[in-house]
């Protein structure tokens, strides 16, 4: 057996483990979303990334509604928005810091 056939066995049996857990799956699917709204931000969220530099008085510390699922904060931003955008910048400072401490 070559070493390359026993690393694909080695993955497919850790796979096979993995996989039989509802809750590793359900691991995976969480990780999976949040990779996926942070590199879709700009596409996915209804406001652009620069509408938390300017202050809405008129929309301040509103509850959760169909607008703003999340409310809106003290200066009238939309917290989803603001969510997503920070899973984005949470995601590219965990892969440079990976990038560098790694060899």
Do not use: Q
């Not at 809750?23 to 990779?35: E, K, N, R, T």
Request: overall charge positive; hydrophobic content about 50%; charged content about 15%.
């Amino acid at each position: 057996m070559s070493a390359r056939s026993a690393y694909a066995e080695r993955l497919k049996r850790a796979w096979y483990r993995f996989s039989r857990s509802k809750l590793s799956l359900l691991g995976l699917l969480m990780v999976a979303s949040i990779v996926f709204i942070a590199i879709f931000a700009p596409v996915v969220t209804p406001y652009p990334e620069h509408a938390g530099a300017f202050v809405d008085f008129g929309n301040t510390m509103h509850p959760p509604s169909l607008e703003h699922p999340f409310g809106t904060d003290a200066m009238g931003r939309d917290i989803l928005t603001r969510c997503f955008f920070a899973f984005r910048g949470a995601l590219i400072m965990g892969i440079v810091v990976l990038a560098i401490v790694v060899p």
